[in-house]
C-alpha cells in the first residue's frame, strides 16, 4: 500500500492535494504536510492544496487556485465520500489515492488507504512518510503533530494509541519540536468566541436522557460579533458534564442557507444517528447539515433515544462495547 502510493506520486509531475468541506486543522494539517514532504522529496514537481480557506489556519500555509488540472494526480485526504470533497470534481482525474480515517462511506479512488482506528488523517500521513522515501523536516513534522493534537482533542479520544503516542514522542525528539510554541496559532482565538462560549454554557438545555443541546441563530451569533464557524470550534469545551451524554450545536448559517449540525458523544455512537439528517463522521464527533432550525427537534428526539437506549444498556451490563 505505502509503496503502491509512493509509487504513483513518482509517476506524476503535477499533484492536487484535497480534503474536506468545512475545513478543521487535521484536514489542513494533512494535506499541507504531505504537500510539503512532496515537494522536499520532488522540488521539480507541481503540488498544489485546494479547497476554500480559513484565516483561522493560514498558519499551515498557503492554499493553491490551480486553473489546468489536466493529467495530475489527486490526492483526497480525511475525506471518505464524494460529496465531501472540497472544489474537487474527481471526473477529471484518471487516477485517485485517497488517504482517510473516517469510517468507510463508498470507494471513489484508485488506491484507499483507509485506517479508521487512526486518531487523524495527519497520523496515516505521518505513517505513510515514516514507511516509504518520502522526506520530512522540522515544518512537516510540526504541522503533523498538530493535526494529530487537534483530531485527538489533546489525546483525551480514545482514538490516541499507544503506537500514536510512540510516532509522537518520536516526532518530538528527532525534530526538537517545542511544543508550547506550536499550541498558540491552534488555540489563540478572539475574545468574541471566549465570550459566546461563555453564553453557551449559560443557556446549554438539557433533554431528559442526556442530550445537551442549544441553537445558534443569526441573531445570537451577531450578538457576539462571530460567524458560523465559531460554534464548531469550541464545542469539544463542553465533554465532561455529568447531565451530557450527547452535546450538540445547531448554528444557523446564512451564507450557506442551513444549520451546521454539531455533535459530540462520550457514550453511544451518533453518526449513524446523524447519517439519516445528511450527515456523517466519526462515530464519537459527528455533523450534520438541516435545511432549517425546525429539524433541529427531530435530531434531538433521535439522539435523545439513543441515550435512553444507552443508559438501558449500561444498566444492564450489556453495553455497547461488549456487543
Ligand atoms: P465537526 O462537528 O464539524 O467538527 O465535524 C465532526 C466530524 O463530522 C468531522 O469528521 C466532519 O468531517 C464530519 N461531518 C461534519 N459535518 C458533516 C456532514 N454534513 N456530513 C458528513 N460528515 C460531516
Redesign the pocket.
Known amino acids: 500500500m505505502y509503496s503502491d502510493i509512493f509509487k504513483l506520486i513518482s509517476e506524476y509531475d503535477k499533484i492536487i492535494l484535497a480534503r ?1 468541506v ?1 475545513v ?1 486543522p487535521d484536514a489542513m494539517a494533512s494535506t499541507m504536510a504531505l504537500k510539503d514532504s512532496i515537494l522536499l522529496t520532488f522540488p521539480e514537481k507541481k503540488v498544489y492544496s485546494v479547497g476554500s480557506g480559513s484565516n483561522r489556519f493560514v498558519y499551515f500555509g498557503k492554499l493553491d487556485k490551480v486553473d489546468d488540472m489536466k493529467d495530475a494526480l489527486l490526492i483526497v485526504l480525511d475525506t471518505p465520500d464524494v460529496k ?1 470533497i472540497d472544489g474537487i470534481e474527481i471526473d477529471n482525474f484518471s487516477k485517485i489515492i485517497k488517504i482517510d480515517h ?1 469510517p468507510f462511506v463508498e470507494k471513489f479512488g484508485d488506491i484507499e488507504y483507509i485506517d479508521d482506528t487512526a486518531s487523524s488523517a495527519s497520523e496515516l500521513v505521518l505513517e505513510l512518510i515514516n514507511e516509504t522515501d518520502l522526506l520530512m523536516d522540522k515544518n512537516i513534522a510540526s504541522k503533523l503533530y498538530l493535526g494529530i493534537v487537534s483530531d485527538t482533542n489533546r489525546f483525551m479520544f480514545n482514538n490516541s494509541t499507544g503506537d500514536t503516542f510512540r510516532k509522537i514522542a518520536k516526532l518530538i525528539e528527532d525534530y526538537k519540536l517545542e511544543i508550547d510554541k506550536l499550541y498558540e496559532p491552534l488555540y489563540l482565538r478572539p475574545i468574541s468566541e471566549v465570550r459566546l462560549e461563555g453564553y453557551v454554557g449559560l443557556h446549554l438545555e438539557l433533554t431528559e436522557n442526556g442530550v445537551a443541546y442549544i441553537k445558534l441563530t443569526k441573531e445570537i451569533l451577531d450578538e457576539f460579533s462571530v460567524d458560523a464557524a465559531a460554534p ?1 470550534n469550541m ?1 469539544n469545551n463542553f465533554n465532561y458534564i455529568n447531565e451530557a451524554i450527547v452535546w450538540v450545536f445547531f448554528t444557523e448559517d446564512t451564507k450557506n442557507n442551513n444549520i ?4 459530540r458523544s462520550r457514550g453511544p455512537i451518533i ?1 449513524t444517528t446523524l447519517a439519516n439528517f ?5 462515530k464519537y ?5 438541516l435545511m432549517k432550525m425546525e429539524d433541529a427537534e427531530n435530531v434531538i428526539k433521535a439522539l435523545d433515544e439513543l441515550c435512553l437506549e444507552y443508559k438501558k444498556n449500561i444498566e444492564s451490563g450489556d453495553t455497547i462495547e461488549n456487543k
Open positions: 474536506h468545512g478543521d465531501r473516517h464548531g464545542i451546521r449540525v454539531s455533535a453518526n445528511n450527515g456523517g463522521g466519526h464527533a459527528s455533523g450534520a447539515r
